[in-house]
């Protein structure tokens, strides 16, 4: 398989490449709000969500098309780039039109073949970015598949997210990160970005600062990192959404090796 470095918008990505923004865009204050915040301390790409995948029917699932026009003044008032998930052709449609710098592959969406083709073709002709979470279950190739399918469509600016891994089980982790497959994922094709999402692996605010040190150890590309300016209003995720300064002391906390030789790395 063959990938080239990374690139948005035909620059190539910083690194560590970073991510913040609220699980979901809710309203349009609390978008900008968290926005303004994020780039206040330098971050670069805003990420929301705005049509959700959720467990059960009932709940809140995004404020859809609504919140294109949110990202879009984001862009206009903080100069950041945004990125939202899409789960079928009509939502890349949607977020083509409205000028979404990069758009990304739930871990729902990347288990299920049908779809992903669905957007790979939707996507065809197109110079975007997309990012590809890891399917729900531990099925390395499964996720390389995903990666396959878009790239067949002729995308080339792809990156990978680890978000860990559903489990019947209760744990420290709300998704188990099981090292071992991105690490895999690596060694099979070593020039993939892999970024990691500490957000829905830890579940919990605690948990950010050590699971994205331990990605950063062992070399991975960068972070995506659920970032709300009231996190204890949330209307999803609201357990592991931490605030942009909160975001900003791990990021300054966080050691990120360069010395070590490329050949011992994961990137
Ligand atoms: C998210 O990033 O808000 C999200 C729904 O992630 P995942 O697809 O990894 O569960
Ligand atoms: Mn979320």
């Not at 709940?59 to 008032?77: D, N, T």
């Not at 891994?165 to 070593?190: A, D």
């Not at 579940?203 to 699971?211: C, D, N």
Request: hydrophobic share 40%; aromatic share 6%; charged share 20%.
């Amino acid at each position: 398989m063959k990938i080239n470095n990374l690139t948005i918008k035909g620059k190539p990505a910083a690194k560590p490449l970073i991510l913040a923004g609220p699980c979901s865009a809710e309203t349009r204050e609390q978008t900008l709000e968290t926005a303004k915040e994020l780039a206040s301390f330098g971050i670069e790409i805003f990420r929301a969500g705005i049509w959700k995948p959720r467990t059960k029917p009932g709940g809140f699932e995004g404020v859809g098309k609504a919140g294109l026009e949110w990202l879009r003044e984001v862009r206009e008032v903080t100069g950041m780039m945004t990125a939202t998930e899409v789960a079928n052709s009509k939502h890349v449609e949607m977020a083509l039109n409205s000028g979404v710098d990069i758009l990304w592959l739930g871990a729902r969406t990347t288990a299920n073949p049908f779809a992903v083709q669905e957007i790979s073709d939707a996507l065809s002709g197109t110079d975007i970015t997309v990012l590809v979470k890891n399917p729900v279950n531990p099925d390395p190739e499964l996720w390389l598949g995903a990666v396959e399918r878009l790239l067949n469509s002729g995308i080339t600016n792809i990156a990978a997210v680890h978000r860990g891994f559903s489990t019947y089980e209760r744990g420290l982790f709300r998704n188990l990160p099981q090292w071992h497959i991105p690490i895999e994922l690596k060694r099979r094709v070593p020039s993939l970005t892999v970024l990691c999402d500490p957000s829905q692996i830890g579940g919990r605010p605690e948990l950010i600062y050590p699971i994205s040190q331990q990605a950063m150890d062992m070399g991975f590309d960068g972070l995506m990192v659920e970032t709300h300016i009231n996190p204890s209003v949330a209307l999803s995720d609201k357990d592991q959404q931490i605030t942009p300064l909160a975001l900003n002391s791990i990021l300054k906390a966080l050691i990120i090796r360069t010395s070590i030789d490329s050949s011992e790395r994961l990137g």
